[in-house]
């Protein structure tokens, strides 16, 4: 059964730092996999898709890499800036049929 | 393109009435899906439909819960005699088919008092 895990859980940064957020996956046969924003009490805004013959994705300052084979993922947001607070999910597409979530890293960034 | 669409935005109900949630996908998308979060956690998959056809259904989706999608456009969630252990927000996605990505709506927050 597939198990996706983010850490850290939780992150607070001053604004303009870099950071990374961090995604693992237990099964490494997927189509692609997924970075979602989600702000307070609000649905998801897809970030950035990673195909699985892919190895990275970027989109302005975010850069998203895959290494299926260590069944990792990670996210990394350069210059963060307070707009950037909310939680990211990743998510892998496993068999084509729906997606499997991680339970989110809740980022805080300070000005 | 105005993205997916769900109805309403909040629904509180008391324990043991019947709710029914909306969803209006991507008009050339084929592909619809419900998701539930609860609090502190990602999204769950409920079930998902291929234009008219509901293809799979999770073991989250007890009785109670009846999804339609007639003539393979809106879809519709339905739970019957709400419980507390219901409340959560209910998300709704579509994509085209093929693998270029998930578009969530900006789901349904359901509260059972």
């Known amino acids: 059964k597939q198990e996706v895990t983010q850490i850290p859980a939780a992150l607070s940064v001053p604004e303009g730092e870099n950071l990374v957020l961090n995604c693992s996956f237990t099964?490494?046969?997927?189509?692609?996999l997924q970075w979602f924003r989600q702000d307070p009490g609000k649905g998801l805004t897809s970030l950035l898709l990673i195909q699985s013959s892919q190895r990275e994705q970027t989109s302005g300052r975010l850069n998203a890499s895959l290494d299926k084979s260590s069944g990792r993922s990670t996210l990394y947001i350069a210059a963060s800036q307070p707009g950037d607070s909310a939680t990211y999910l990743c998510?892998?597409?496993?068999?084509?049929?729906?997606?499997?979530f991680g339970k989110g890293t809740t980022l805080s960034v300070s000005s | 393109d105005t993205g997916v669409s769900q109805n309403p935005r909040h629904k509180i109900t008391k324990r043991g009435q019947n709710v029914t949630f909306r969803c209006d996908p991507i008009?050339?998308?084929?592909?619809l899906y419900w998701y539930r979060q609860t609090l502190g956690q990602g999204p769950e998959f409920l079930t998902y439909?291929?234009?008219?056809?509901?293809?799979?259904k999770s073991r989250l989706l007890s009785d109670r819960f009846s999804a339609e999608r007639p003539k393979g456009s809106f879809s519709t969630l339905e739970i019957q005699r709400t419980e507390q252990g219901d409340s959560a927000m209910y998300l709704c996605a579509s994509i085209d088919g093929t693998p270029y990505g998930y578009t969530f709506g900006s789901g349904t927050r359901l509260t059972v008092v």
């Open positions: 099964d490494s046969a997927i189509y692609n």
């Open positions: 998510a892998v597409d496993q068999a084509g049929t729906a997606l499997i």
């Open positions: 008009s050339e998308h084929n592909r």
């Open positions: 439909f291929q234009n008219e056809a509901q293809l799979e």
